[in-house]
Structures are given as structure tokens and as C-alpha cells.
């Protein structure tokens, strides 16, 4: 609003008379860069009230963001290659993957791989417990589903990623989509170097 030099949410809630007085919590979105930030504080409680105005332009209720932003992962039937772009505030495997559990019932990565365990409601199998961002992990799931991965972002300009000679399994850690070419534009290719996804690829050409 010019007049106060200010961006304002008129925001309606709606519920039920049994929903009067419950606490309520607050998400927030940023189209610009797409990311969800699943905390947003308010200087008091806010509890729901039907039939009641909360604010004005004067005095607006204001909402504060915390570092922690929400990664959602989509899982496919079958196996897929997934990585996280956020630093889970539980990285282990039964608290992060606790939504799914029963559904992604193996993940593997290049040198390790856990197995689900229904009736202990545990991972086992491998020499890993827990998801990293920036690993590369293929994972088996028996039909779509989605979990969310609450924690704080990655700083890309301290996460170097080793390339070795050869095939090299690499998450992506950006939360935002790149070309081939910006992803890898501090490295030093050679004519034939290749890079794949789970469904395609690509083939670095000097000369082009």
C-alpha cells in the first residue's frame, strides 16, 4: 500500500465454532525463489476467532520467517534417483523418512544401501543411517507418495562437490533448476565427458 509504503496479506481464515480459540500456525511462500518456509512466528499466539478482525494498516499482526525452509520430495512407484537441497534438522532415516515408511522400502547409495524393516519400524542393511544434501540416492518405493525435509538450506558457494575420474554418483543441492553448463562452469571438461540423469544425458563438446 503506497500510503504506508508497505506489501499487506489480507488474509480469511476459515473453521468451525469447535475450532474457536485452537492455536494457529502459519506457513509461508516465496514465489520468487520457490521456497516454503515451514515457521512463521508472530510476535504473540494467534488462536482462531470466528467473526473477528485481527490488524489494521496502522498496526498490522507481522509475521517473521525463520532460516528453516521445507524440501518436499515426490517419490514415484519404482525407483527413482532423489537428493535433498536442505539440511535435515533429523537426518536419520526412521524420523525423516517417517511419513513414508512402509512405502520407500530401500535406498541405495553408490558404496552402501538400508532396507526397511516393518516390524521393528527400522532401516538396517548398510554402513548409512541418515540423508545428506548433496548425495545421490536411489530409492524403491511402492506406490507415489511425499515427505517433507524441514531443516536449514545449503550454502552452495561452501559445498564443493570431488569429481574423480569416472562415474561419480552427485546430488543436485540447489533448490533452484540450472542448465548443465552453469552447474558445472568451474570444471574443466574434456571432449567425450558425460553427465545422466535417471532418464537422460548429455555429452560435453569442446567444439560446440
Known sequence: MERYDAYYVMMTIYGNPEDNNKLLTFRAYDAETGIIHPSVKTINAVTFMGEHLMGSYGDPLLFFTTNEIEQ????????????LYVTPTQPDLKSLLAPVAGNLTYIKTRDSFSTYNEGGNSWSGGNFNMLQPGGMYKMYAAKEASFPVIGLGVDLKQHNVPIMRGWNWIGFASPVGMTVA???????????????????????????
Open 182 to 208: 552453469d552447474a558445472f562452469a568451474l570444471l574443466s571438461p574434456e571432449d567425450g565427458d558425460i553427465v545422466k540423469n535417471q532418464f537422460d544425458f548429455a555429452i560435453y563438446d569442446g567444439y560446440a
Open 72 to 83: 518436499v520430495v515426490c517419490i514415484d512407484k519404482g525407483w527413482q534417483w532423489r537428493s
